[in-house]
């Protein structure tokens, strides 16, 4: 069975401060990977996805993934936070049906 | 997601009730989803259906039952709520073709007193 850790429960960083969320996942297969966001009050949101192909991968709101199969990880960047940014990430993996295996996700906290 | 409608969005209720949480899509979407969000546990499933006459169950689907009225409506229900069964619940829907993600609905926070 699959599974997804996000080492991190809580990231604080200043704004305009570059950003890492970490992402391990465990799968047999090639995966199937995302990242989603949520902000208070709302669903999640696709931030960008990796199915196949070249390994970073560009998503909304200028973010970004690796997917680095030799480390099993998909880390998610972006070169300059802003105070929007904060809230809570979280990462996936799917298997060819599609059916997605969340990590507990990330809580970003941005300082101004 | 605009496309993926739930309601209520907050419900309070006692022990012992039933409660019948909605989803509705626009989109004509055949498969759709239910999870449940705790903090720090992320989400997890509880049931999914590829069809109106294909439901399954997830990971978490003891306590719960789903209905497809039809393929734009997928309701979850829990027939005699308990307090560990207060969480945030999202429905999602999902394209059949390859390489589509799921897009999630805003949630019902439910709490059982």
């Known amino acids: 069975a699959q599974s997804v850790t996000q080492p991190d429960i809580h990231i604080t960083v200043s704004e305009g401060a570059s950003l890492e969320l970490r992402c391990n996942y465990s799968y047999g297969a090639t995966p199937y990977l995302f990242w989603y966001v949520q902000s208070p009050g709302q669903g999640l949101q696709l931030l960008l996805k990796y199915f196949s192909g070249d390994t970073l991968v560009q998503g909304i709101k200028g973010f970004e993934a690796e997917f680095k199969r030799s480390q099993s990880s998909f880390n998610l960047r972006k070169p300059s936070v802003h105070w929007s940014d904060a809230a809570e990430y979280f990462c996936?993996?799917?298997?060819?049906?599609?059916?997605?295996?969340f990590g507990g996700g990330t809580r970003l906290m941005v300082k101004p | 997601d605009a496309d993926v409608t739930q309601t209520p969005r907050n419900r309070i209720t006692k022990t012992g009730k039933r409660i019948m949480l909605e989803c509705s899509q626009t989109?004509?979407?055949?498969?759709m989803y239910w999870y449940r969000q705790d903090p720090g546990l992320g989400l997890q499933l509880i049931y999914y259906s590829f069809d109106v006459k294909d439901i399954n169950k997830g990971e978490i689907s003891d306590g719960y039952s789903v209905s497809r009225q039809a393929q734009a409506k997928f309701s979850l229900s829990l027939e005699s709520a308990i307090p560990n069964q207060t969480a945030l619940y999202f429905c999602a829907r999902r394209q059949v073709e390859r390489n589509q993600p799921q897009h999630f609905g805003d949630g019902t926070r439910l709490s059982i007193l």
């Open positions: 989109k004509g979407h055949d498969r």
């Open positions: 996936a993996v799917a298997t060819p049906g599609n059916m997605l295996t």
